[in-house]
C-alpha cells in the first residue's frame, strides 16, 4: 500500500506546479509597496489604482464588448453547425464542413491571426468592409475560433440527444422550426449556456489573434497588459490579472456545472 | 376477471357494415436492401384497439412509425379515414403517437407537456388549461401538474405520456409498447384503465407490444407479425384456438407441437401417425389434406387431461411418467415424459388448496386430449 503514500504526495506536486504562480500573483495583487517582490504589508490600493487609469477602464471596456458579442454569435453559427453536421445525415461538403469548423481548434493562434489579417486586408481593397481594422475585425475572428469549441461541445449533446423528443413535438403539431426552438434548444441549453461562457473566457483571453486584427484605437486588455509589462511588472496588473482570473474561474466553473446538469437531467 | 368490452363490439371486419379506417395495403419498408416491413396489408375500423403483437425486431416499430409519418413506405399506400397519407408529414397528420420512451420534454411541467399539443393548434391559454385539467383527472394526475418529469415516477411519467397524446383527441392514437417499463401489477392496473380510456374517448388505438398477454388483455383484434409480414389476424381467442402456423401457436402461449404424416383423410376426421408419441393422433373433424402429408398439430397444455386411472376412451389415450411439476400458484405445469422419451406439458388447476391423492413426481400416468382439443397446422 504504498501508492496510498505517494499518491497524495505527487497530487500535490501536480497541483503546486500548476496554481503556485497564479497564487502568487494574487497574493502579490495586495502587496503595499511599490516593488513586485517584495512583500510590504496588505494592501487593496492597487486594485483603486486600477479604477483611475483611463487606459486600462477602456481596455477593460472593448474586451468585454468584444467578448460578449463573440460567444453570443459563436454560440449561435456554432449550434447551427453542430445541428447541420448531428442532424442532416450524409450530404455533399459534409466531411469538409467537420474538418473545418474543428480547424481553428488545432490551428497556431499565429497563423490564425495572420491569415484572418490577409482576408480582411483583401476584403477592404475588393469590396470595402471591414473598413479599416478594429473592434468589428476581433470580433469577427473571435467568433472564428470560438464557434469551433461551440461545435464540438454542441455536437457531443446533439448526438445524445433523444431523437423521440422531437418527433413527439412535431407528432403533437409543431413544424420543425417550432420543434428546434421549443424543444431542441431548451433541452441542449446547458450545452450552450457551457459553450458560451468558454467562448467568452476564450475572447477575453486572447492575445495572439486579436494583435493581428486590431487597428489604431482597439486594444484589448491582453494587449494592453502585455504591452504594460514589456516596461516592467507593476502592482496594479497583478491586481488586474487576479480579477481576470476570478472572472475566468466562474465562468469556466458555471460552465462545467451547467454541462453537468445537463448531462444528469436529460439523462445524458 | 371481468375484462371490459372494447367498442368495437359490431365486428365490421366480420360483417363488413363499414369501410375500414385504416386501409394499409401492400406497404413495404426497406432500409438499403433489408426488408424492415414486407408487403403489409391491414384493414382497421373505428373504435378498434388492434394490437401488433410479434417477436423483436419484427418490424412493429417501423410500421407504427409509417402510420405517424416518421417514416415514409418504400411501396403501398396508407389511408386514414379515407385520406392518403402519403407526403403528409407528422404535423399534419390526423395521428398522436406515445412513444416507448415516453419522451416527455423534460424542461417543461407535466401540464405543459400536456398543453403542448393543444398551443399548436391554436386554442387559447383558458380553454387549453381545461382540456389539460380534465385529461390529468383522467390519468389521476392532478396532483402533480406542476411537477417536472424527472420529478415522476415511472408509471405516473407514463400516464402523462398517455394524457398528451390524448388531450388533441386523435382519430388515431398509436401506441408503442406502452407498458413496456411498468412492474407486472401496475402493468395490468393499466391495461384495464387503457381499455377503459380507449371506450370512453371512443380513439381508435393500435399497440405495439411483444407481450402475448398484453395483447389478450387489450385487443379487439391481434396482428402477429414476424420478419416485416403480418402472419395472422384475428381476434385473441381465434388467434390462441385457431393459429394458422406453428409461428403464431408457438409465439402465443404454450403449445406441443407434434410432426405428423396423414394415415386416414376421411371427411369427418383424420388421423396422424405421429413417431415422437409412438402411436396416432385422431382429429376429430376433416382438414383438407392428402394421404401421407407432412402436418402439425399443436395441442395446450390446459387442454391436457393427466388422470391415474385409465381414460374411458380409445383415441387420443397415452401413457407417461411425471417427470416434474412447477407449482404456479393458480395452476401446477406437469412436465411429462412418454414412453418414446418425448416431453409433454400439461397444465392442472389447483382447486383445493392440499390434495393428499395429488399427482406427483415419478407416478405413472394417463394422458388424453379431447378430439378437437388440438389445431391441425399445414405450415
Ligand atoms: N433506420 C433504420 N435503418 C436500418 N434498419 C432499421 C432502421 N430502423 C429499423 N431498422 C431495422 O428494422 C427492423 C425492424 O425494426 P423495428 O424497430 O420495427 O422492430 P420492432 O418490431 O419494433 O422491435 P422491438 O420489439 O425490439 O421494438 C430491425 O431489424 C431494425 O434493425
Ligand atoms: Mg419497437
Same mark, same amino acid.
Given at each position: 500500500m504504498?501508492?496510498?503514500?505517494?499518491?497524495?504526495?505527487?497530487?500535490?506536486?501536480?497541483?503546486?506546479?500548476?496554481?503556485?504562480?497564479?497564487?502568487? %500573483?494574487?497574493?502579490?495583487?495586495?502587496?503595499?509597496s511599490k516593488l513586485v517582490t517584495v512583500w510590504g504589508g496588505f494592501s487593496t490600493k492597487w486594485y483603486g489604482e486600477l479604477l483611475r487609469n483611463p487606459q486600462i477602464l477602456s481596455?477593460?471596456?472593448?474586451?468585454?464588448?468584444?467578448a460578449v458579442t463573440s460567444a453570443t454569435l459563436a454560440t449561435? %453559427?456554432?449550434?447551427?453547425?453542430?445541428?447541420?453536421?448531428? #442532424?442532416?445525415?450524409?450530404?455533399?461538403?459534409?466531411?469538409?464542413l467537420t474538418g473545418m469548423s474543428a480547424a481553428p481548434l488545432v490551428m497556431?493562434?499565429?497563423?490564425? *491571426?495572420?491569415?484572418?489579417? %490577409? %482576408?480582411?486586408?483583401?476584403?477592404?481593397?475588393?469590396? *470595402?468592409?471591414?473598413?479599416?481594422?478594429?473592434?468589428?475585425?476581433?470580433?469577427?475572428?473571435?467568433?472564428?475560433?470560438?464557434?469551433?469549441y461551440v461545435t464540438v461541445v454542441a455536437q457531443s449533446r446533439f448526438a445524445s440527444l433523444d431523437e423521440s423528443l422531437e418527433e413527439a413535438a412535431m407528432d403533437l403539431g409543431a413544424r420543425p422550426a #417550432?420543434?428546434?426552438?421549443?424543444v431542441t434548444v431548451p433541452v441542449i441549453a446547458p450545452a450552450l449556456v457551457a459553450g458560451w461562457l468558454l467562448s467568452f473566457t476564450l475572447s477575453l483571453d486572447d492575445l495572439v489573434v486579436a494583435s493581428f486584427v486590431t487597428g489604431p484605437g482597439a486594444s484589448t486588455l491582453p494587449?494592453?497588459?502585455?504591452?504594460?509589462? #514589456?516596461?516592467?511588472?507593476?502592482?496594479?496588473?497583478?491586481?488586474l490579472a487576479t480579477i481576470i482570473i476570478a472572472i475566468v474561474a466562474v465562468g469556466v466553473g458555471i460552465a462545467t456545472w451547467q454541462m453537468r446538469r445537463g448531462a444528469r437531467k436529460n439523462g445524458g | 376477471m371481468n375484462t371490459p368490452v372494447p367498442v368495437a363490439t359490431s365486428k365490421p371486419w366480420i360483417t363488413g357494415a363499414e369501410p375500414p379506417f385504416i386501409r394499409i395495403s401492400k406497404v413495404t419498408k426497406r432500409f438499403g436492401d433489408f426488408y424492415a416491413v414486407d408487403d403489409v396489408s391491414l384493414d382497421i375500423y373505428k373504435g378498434e384497439l388492434f394490437c401488433l403483437l410479434g417477436g423483436s425486431g419484427c418490424g412493429k416499430s417501423t410500421l407504427l412509425r409509417m402510420l405517424a409519418g416518421f417514416e415514409t413506405p418504400t411501396e403501398g399506400r396508407i389511408e386514414i379515414d379515407g385520406q392518403d397519407m402519403a407526403g403528409k408529414a407528422p404535423y399534419e397528420r390526423p395521428t398522436n403517437m406515445m412513444f416507448q420512451s415516453y419522451a416527455l420534454f423534460p424542461h417543461m411541467t407535466v401540464e405543459k407537456n400536456v398543453a403542448y399539443g393543444l398551443y399548436r393548434d391554436g386554442m387559447? $391559454?383558458?380553454?387549453?388549461?381545461?382540456?389539460?385539467?380534465?385529461?390529468?383527472?383522467?390519468?389521476?394526475?392532478?396532483?402533480?401538474?406542476?411537477? $417536472?418529469?424527472?420529478?415522476?415516477?415511472?408509471?405516473?411519467?407514463?400516464?402523462?405520456?398517455?394524457?398528451?397524446?390524448?388531450?388533441?383527441?386523435? $382519430?388515431?392514437?398509436?401506441?408503442?409498447?406502452?407498458l413496456g417499463a411498468l412492474d407486472k401489477k401496475l402493468r395490468e392496473e393499466t391495461q384495464f384503465e387503457l381499455i377503459k380510456i380507449q371506450e370512453s374517448l371512443g380513439v381508435t388505438f393500435i399497440v405495439v407490444t411483444h407481450d402475448q398477454e398484453e395483447a389478450m388483455t387489450l385487443a379487439s383484434r391481434i396482428g402477429v407479425m414476424n420478419a416485416g409480414q403480418i402472419v395472422q389476424v384475428g381476434e385473441p381467442p381465434e388467434i390462441y384456438e385457431h393459429p394458422n402456423s406453428r409461428f403464431v401457436a408457438d409465439f402465443i402461449g404454450s403449445v406441443n407441437m407434434f410432426e405428423g404424416r396423414v394415415t386416414e383423410d376421411e371427411p369427418d376426421y383424420i388421423r396422424l401417425g405421429v413417431a415422437d408419441l409412438g402411436g396416432s393422433i385422431y382429429v376429430g373433424h376433416g382438414v383438407s389434406c392428402v394421404l401421407d402429408q407432412q402436418l402439425w398439430y399443436a395441442v395446450r397444455p390446459e387442454k391436457i387431461r393427466i388422470s391415474r386411472t385409465r381414460p374411458d376412451k380409445t383415441e387420443n389415450v397415452f401413457r407417461a411418467v411425471v417427470d416434474e411439476?412447477?407449482?404456479?400458484?393458480?395452476?401446477?405445469?406437469?412436465?411429462?415424459k412418454l414412453p418414446t422419451g418425448r416431453l409433454l406439458s400439461a397444465t392442472k388447476a389447483n382447486l383445493t388448496r392440499h390434495d393428499d391423492e395429488a399427482i406427483t413426481w415419478g407416478d405413472e400416468v394417463w394422458v388424453t386430449w379431447d378430439d378437437t382439443a388440438g389445431a391441425v397446422l399445414t405450415r
Open positions: 504504498r501508492r496510498n503514500v505517494w499518491l497524495p504526495a505527487f497530487v500535490i506536486l501536480g497541483f503546486v506546479f500548476l496554481y503556485a504562480p497564479i497564487l502568487s %500573483l494574487i497574493v502579490f495583487s495586495f502587496n503595499e481596455a477593460a471596456w472593448i474586451s468585454l464588448k468584444v449561435v %453559427l456554432g449550434t447551427l453547425a453542430a445541428f447541420v453536421l448531428t #442532424r442532416f445525415g450524409p450530404f455533399k461538403g459534409r466531411a469538409l497556431p493562434d499565429v497563423i490564425t *491571426g495572420l491569415s484572418l489579417l %490577409l %482576408l480582411f486586408v483583401a476584403m477592404e481593397q475588393l469590396i *470595402g468592409w471591414p473598413a479599416g481594422r478594429g473592434m468589428t475585425t476581433i470580433i469577427i475572428a473571435h467568433t472564428t475560433f470560438c464557434m469551433a #417550432r420543434v428546434f426552438f421549443d494587449m494592453v497588459i502585455f504591452s504594460k509589462v #514589456r516596461l516592467g511588472v507593476s502592482p496594479d496588473i497583478n491586481a | 387559447k $391559454k383558458a380553454e387549453a388549461m381545461e382540456k389539460v385539467a380534465e385529461m390529468l383527472r383522467l390519468v389521476q394526475l392532478t396532483p402533480f401538474a406542476s411537477r $417536472k418529469p424527472h420529478q415522476l415516477s415511472g408509471g405516473q411519467r407514463q400516464r402523462v405520456a398517455l394524457a398528451r397524446s390524448l388531450v388533441k383527441r386523435p $382519430k388515431l392514437l398509436l401506441l408503442d409498447e406502452p411439476i412447477a407449482y404456479m400458484g393458480n395452476i401446477s405445469i406437469h412436465r411429462l
